[in-house]
């Protein structure tokens, strides 16, 4: 069995309007190209209650989830210390994290012509960053080496905390996949299967959808109306979607059922997951 796979986007930023959230598309694009897919996401304000409940969430879930936001040493930012508090772990600068932090401000430093001064207040205060939930194992940052950390609950559950930036986020989004998962990769190849139903309605398809779901098992069926499509107007793309095996039998019989109810049918549409 693969695990499932969750996100949780932190920020007040995203929910008042101010940002677009970019991560979901994408996460979901690099788990595809891996055969794999996203279960669900979350989105969290700066409300540590709120943040820590739903860290503790995902460390009780048994899957693999990506956190992303929060993570810095500014007032706002309060992701790391949430993470501690959902564990019932203290916070403890990780070695690796620091010498990468270090690394870090020597390259500012140089970059901008100047002395480096570790004991400076603002260069003390930005080792804050590599203050992780202890037992926490780093994630390589490969834009600008502040490092993000993965945790494992106690119910299972391992959470990887990543940056809000994007630039960031997404490469290393893709080396926990690469260095962790890639037995899951193309394991369970999936396909999904469906077909634009004209003029039509849910509740009276609803019988033909449940008995596809109950003779063929590991198969689901999804239904998904539009009433002002710009080229089909109102219909209903009603489909078949689970392991690439078990697809073709269910959607025979989808299609056998829908020529039986008169429904008029438009382009059928494939997707390889």
Not at 219 to 235: A, E, M, T, Y
């Amino acid at each position: 069995m693969n695990p499932s796979f969750g996100l949780i986007i932190v920020g007040d930023e995203i929910l008042s309007g101010k940002r677009s959230d970019k991560h979901m598309p994408k996460v979901i694009e690099l788990l595809s190209a891996r055969g794999l897919s996203l279960d669900y996401a979350d989105y969290v304000g700066d409300n540590p209650d709120r943040i820590t409940a739903t860290l503790e969430r995902g460390f009780a879930s048994g899957d693999v989830v990506f956190s992303c936001g929060g993570i810095g040493a500014t007032p706002d930012d309060h992701t790391r210390q949430c993470a501690a508090r959902a564990l019932g772990r203290g916070l403890a600068l990780h070695p690796e994290a620091e010498s990468l932090v270090r690394e870090r401000m020597q390259d500012v430093a140089r970059e901008q012509g100047v002395a480096y001064e570790p004991d400076r207040p603002d260069n003390v205060h930005r080792l804050n960053m590599g203050m992780f939930p202890e037992g926490a194992q780093i994630i390589p940052n490969p834009y600008n080496k502040i490092p993000g950390f993965s945790c494992q609950g106690s119910g299972g559950g391992s959470v990887h905390f990543l940056p809000g930036f994007p630039v960031m986020a997404w490469p290393m989004v893709e080396w926990v996949l690469d260095h962790h998962y890639a037995s899951f990769f193309n394991r369970t190849p999936q396909t999904e299967h469906s077909v634009v139903v004209y003029a039509a309605m849910e509740a009276a398809l609803t019988p033909l959808m449940e008995r596809i779901e109950l003779s063929h098992p590991g198969i689901r069926v999804f239904s998904l109306p539009s009433v002002d499509h710009p080229q089909h107007g109102r219909h209903i793309e009603l489909g078949v979607k689970g392991p690439a095996a078990l697809v073709p039998a269910a959607w025979t019989a989808l299609k056998t059922g829908l020529h039986e109810f008169g429904a008029n049918l438009g382009p059928e549409l494939v997707r390889e997951m």
